[in-house]
T-cell receptor
């Protein structure tokens, strides 16, 4: 595997379910990100991790819970979601966290539908 | 308040002609700008960037122009090819300090044969 991978690619869940999104980066980067992309809206940064420490949390509801066990893996745990949480969830990585000149490498995303 | 705006949700261009995608920003602290390209079912991929110390950066068929006084940047693709059909995102950041990338909402470019 190369680059940034995400699983699953598609997820349909009910509002009472608990599920997790997984991201893995094979680039040796130090920072990982979760973004949310809703229809016709800009990408919204949700969380940033630098060397497994959370450095940014953009006022995301607690029903989204990130976990970064090591610098290559990032999870987004989901529970009691709402239909408006349906979106494309993108994971990204970069060499350094939040440095503006740093190119971020994105995974293909997980298309989440909450029924 | 949306700090980076792409006011055209879609653009259709004939193959071989020039495609011009526009982006406006409001935050005068932004000093680094990037364009990403996204195909369906794939994540965005970096295309080209420009620092505020320049007003033009060129990479093959892609050129980005920056007008700091107007807080406007544009991406020119010439000649346009069918493989350029994708969604293009403009992003901006402030290099100094820990500043996140702020994205526009994207423009869907369709190149017609």
């Amino acid at each position: 595997e190369t680059g940034v991978t995400q699983t699953p690619r598609h997820l349909v869940m009910g509002m009472t379910n608990k599920k997790s999104l997984k991201c893995e980066q094979h680039l040796g980067h130090n920072a990982m990100y979760w973004y949310k992309q809703s229809a016709k809206k800009p990408l919204e940064l949700m969380f940033v991790y630098s060397l497994e420490e959370r450095v940014e949390n953009n006022s995301v509801p607690s029903r989204f819970s990130p976990e970064c066990p090591n610098s290559s893996h990032l999870f987004l745990h989901l529970h009691t979601l709402q239909p408006e949480d349906s979106a494309l969830y993108l994971c990204a990585s970069s060499q350094e966290p939040l440095a503006g000149y740093n190119e971020q490498f994105f995974g293909p995303g997980t298309r989440l539908t909450v029924l | 308040d949306q700090q980076v705006k792409q006011n055209s949700p879609s653009l259709s261009v004939q193959e071989g002609r020039i495609s011009i995608l526009n982006c406006d920003y409001t935050n005068s602290m932004f000093d680094y700008f990037l364009w990403y390209k996204k195909y369906p079912a794939e994540g965005p991929t970096f295309l080209i960037s420009i620092s505020s110390i320049k007003d033009k950066n060129e990479d093959g068929r892609f050129t980005v122009f920056l007008n700091k006084s107007a807080k406007h940047l544009s991406l020119h693709i010439v000649p346009s090819q069918p493989g350029d059909s994708a969604v293009y995102f403009c992003a901006a950041s402030a290099v100094q300090g820990a500043q996140k990338l702020v994205f526009g909402q994207g423009t869907r470019l369709t190149i017609n044969p």
